[in-house]
């Protein structure tokens, strides 16, 4: 049995081996990431790591797990992604700034046919930021690759206040929930990943 992650994230995969996984590869997903029409936070999520799952599992053999994972922040009801550059997410910053908001992240585990697809919910409230401190953050080149524009891992703790809900969805992989539903499938965290 191999254990892959679907994805190109070094986060996600740093966030594997803290959980003690160490034994595991990596595939980018192939697949459309286009948020569903009319879709809501959690079901955006929950489709989108599901088809990264799928798009990966095609890849391995009936008895390898794949594991996939999409983030997406959520203000006043609009979903934030990645950026696309520094304009937009100078933008996202601002309107988060002094603000809460949700991070959701779908998290999708398969193993052949048999597949186990959940949402995790994040609350995280930001300082308000001055004009000056947004384009520096920008500047660092930090959120650009990062749903929302910020990643609480680096320089993006400086401007989170607080967070309600499991901290490490908010940097895309949600631990104690996928240690459960690994759990599920066979594979223990606890035991060392197997």
Partial sequence: MKIVLASASPRRRALLAQAGLTDFLTCEPLCDETTPEGAGPEETVRRLSRAKADAVADRYGEDDVVIAADTLVCLDGRL???PRDGAEAAEMLARLSGRAHE???GLTVRRGARVRTACERTEVVFR?????EIAAYVASGEPMDKAGAYGIQGRGALIVARVQGDFYNVMGLPLCRLGAML???GVSLLEGGR
Avoid at 128 to 132: F, M, R, S, V, W
């Fill in 80 to 82: 934030l992604g990645k």
């Fill in 128 to 132: 308000p930021l001055t004009a000056a």
């Fill in 183 to 185: 759990a599920e499938f």
């Fill in 103 to 105: 991070v959701y992240t």
